[in-house]
């Protein structure tokens, strides 16, 4: 059995960086997707723009958590 190594610095650097990515590329992709369905508020767009903005911030917020836990635990 391999060994959990999850509360390594290099790990909370790595899980920060991928959450921020991630939230960046939702967030934008939030808010051209929100053009789209603010055109036509019947279509599905809106409600997915609004979704992937949520997800956005959540990942923001997991970034901020890692960067937080990473300079505890040094």
């Not at 723009?49 to 505890?72: D, E, N, P, T």
């Amino acid at each position: 059995m391999l060994p959990d190594n999850t509360s390594s610095p290099n790990n909370w650097v790595l899980r920060g960086a991928i959450a921020r990515s991630v939230g960046i590329v939702a967030v934008a992709l939030g808010f051209v997707i929100g053009m789209y369905g603010l055109d036509d508020p019947t279509s599905p767009w809106l409600p997915t723009a609004l979704g992937l903005l949520v997800s956005g911030l959540v990942a923001q917020g997991y970034g901020l958590y890692c960067s937080i836990k990473r300079r505890l635990n040094s």
